[in-house]
Structure formats: structure tokens, C-alpha cells
């Protein structure tokens, strides 16, 4: 069995945001020798849906040091959308699409949810507009008329949600988090940011043994 890397993120999660990069290499270091996937958590669905309210302020305190940490930029809209309060949030849709990009081109999956940050974070668009989503997957040319139809079909919604309900029963309460799979035995290689350096030499070690 192929050695394996899981990818576990948010599109919500600012940190995972600052993980991209990082992942981003990872994934093209490695993807010779190694399979990548993506997997959505779920962290902002059900009862925590909705306008962000004071949580903003916790975020903008909080991404002076995520910027310095990560080397990833916010951009004004977004950050003006934070100081106002005004920000709608649901990691739902843009898990759906997730699984929906994966149902037509699954090896670009990665660059995908990173573009999906980078619309919201840097360029301030909102992920509950699908017109965003017609953008992001021009570059695959993708059936857009297709891409939204699975987008609000029931069949990627019920799968997007078994996905939050398996990501939880392994135990995965943040993100992002990287496991990697070898020899069927999964190893938690990063729960929370972590650097290219160091995600590298974690992931040389196991699979030199």
C-alpha cells in the first residue's frame, strides 16, 4: 500500500490558510512517492453558523502574529468585513465544494482549497456566493453548470457531513492537522501550524523506517 498523507483543514480556519503554502510544497516534494488528500473538518457548521459578532475581534487581535508566523497577507476587504462585524460564516458550503472540485479533479484538490482561501482572506469574496466558486474553477475547465448543480444537491451535502462526523471520531478537534498513513498505521504529524522544515523532517523520518 502507497504511503499516504492526509490533509485535514477548514476553509474558515486562518490557520490553515497560513498552512497552505506549506502543504502546497509538501504536497509537490513528496507526490511522487506519496498520495495526498484532503479531508474538510467542519468547523463552523450547525449551531455555530452565523454573523461572526465580537468573535471578530478575537481574530484581528490574533493575525498580527498569524501573518508574522505564516508569511500569508489579509487583505483590506477582508479585514474592514471583520472590523464591521458583518461577516457571515458557514464552513458548509465551501466543504461541499471541496467535495464537489474532488469529484471532477481530486490530484488538484489542495490548490483548490488554497484558492478558495486566498478568495476570501486576501481578496475579501464571500464563499456563500457560488459565483466565486465559477471563478476558482476555470482554470480546470470544469462544467460550471455541472459544478453547481452537485454544489446544491443533496447527495455532496450528505457526504460533506459524513466527513465532519469521521474527521471527528478520529479525534481531530483543530486544525489544520496532517496524518500521515504507512504501512496502514496513521501518524498524527502536525496539529496545528507547522513549518515546511519541520513537517519535512517529521515525514523523512517515518517513511525512512
Not at 42 to 53: D, P, S
Request: charged share 25%; net charge negative; aromatic share 12%.
Amino acid at each position: 500500500m502507497k504511503t499516504k498523507i492526509i490533509y485535514i483543514y477548514d476553509p474558515l480556519c486562518g490557520w490553515c490558510y497560513g498552512f497552505s503554502p506549506v502543504i502546497e510544497k509538501i504536497q509537490k516534494e513528496y507526490k511522487e512517492n506519496i498520495d495526498f488528500e484532503i479531508i474538510s473538518g467542519g468547523m463552523v457548521v450547525g449551531e455555530r453558523e452565523g454573523l461572526i459578532g465580537d468573535f471578530a475581534d478575537y481574530i484581528l487581535k490574533a493575525l498580527p502574529r498569524l501573518e508574522e508566523l505564516t508569511g500569508v497577507k489579509f487583505g483590506e476587504v477582508y479585514l474592514s468585513k471583520l472590523k464591521n462585524k458583518t461577516l457571515f460564516q458557514s464552513s458548509l458550503k465551501p466543504c461541499i465544494a471541496l467535495e464537489v472540485f474532488k469529484s471532477f479533479n481530486e490530484d488538484e484538490a489542495i490548490a483548490f482549497a488554497s484558492s478558495m482561501q486566498k478568495a476570501q482572506y486576501l481578496d475579501g469574496k464571500d464563499l456563500q456566493d457560488e459565483t466565486v466558486y465559477l471563478e476558482l474553477i476555470q482554470p480546470y475547465k470544469i462544467d460550471p453548470v455541472e459544478f453547481l448543480k452537485r454544489l446544491n444537491s443533496e447527495e455532496y451535502k450528505i457526504e460533506t457531513i459524513k466527513l465532519f462526523t469521521m474527521i471527528q471520531e478520529w479525534g481531530i478537534t483543530g486544525f489544520p492537522a496532517v496524518i500521515i498513513v504507512k504501512d496502514n498505521e496513521f501518524f498524527l504529524i502536525a496539529k496545528g501550524y507547522v513549518d515546511f522544515v519541520n513537517l519535512k523532517g517529521t515525514i523523512d523520518k517515518i517513511i525512512a523506517n
